[in-house]
């Protein structure tokens, strides 16, 4: 399977952006996504999560509502809609595709964790 991330650049603050990801080579609509950012000399956070059917949403508290995560599982492609942009939103976005299965009993096994490259959104003040 293989995620790519676009949309990425650099913005000022209040303006906004969408990123993209395209994904390819696994069954897009029966997995959840994710995008995690990850700025320099930090780790890597969780932004936003959708879950398969796009029923479910989860956002970072830093970002509620700024940002949104949607998809179209048409397109195999999953978005995030970043508006009010602040500096400290500058990082390298990542796009991630999770299948867990649930045998019951507590057994979970991960059939697949896809990574993008990552975008770099950068916004000046």
């Known amino acids: 399977g293989q995620v790519v991330e676009s949309g990425g650049g650099l913005v000022h603050s209040g303006e906004s952006l969408r990123l993209s990801c395209a994904a390819s080579r696994f069954t897009f609509s029966r997995s959840d996504m994710s995008w995690y950012r990850q700025a320099p000399g930090k780790e890597r956070e969780l932004v936003a999560a959708i879950t398969s059917t796009g029923g479910n949403t989860n956002y970072a508290d830093s970002v509620k509502g700024r940002f949104t995560i949607s998809r179209d599982n048409a397109k195999n492609t999953v978005y995030l809609q970043m508006n009010s942009l602040k500096p400290e939103d500058s990082a390298v976005y990542f796009c991630?595709?999770?299948?867990?299965?649930?045998?019951?009993?507590?057994?979970?096994?991960?059939?697949?964790?896809?990574w993008g490259q990552g975008t770099q959104v950068t916004v000046s003040s």
């Open positions: 991630n595709a999770k299948l867990i299965r649930d045998y019951g009993q507590g057994i979970r096994v991960t059939a697949y964790d896809y």
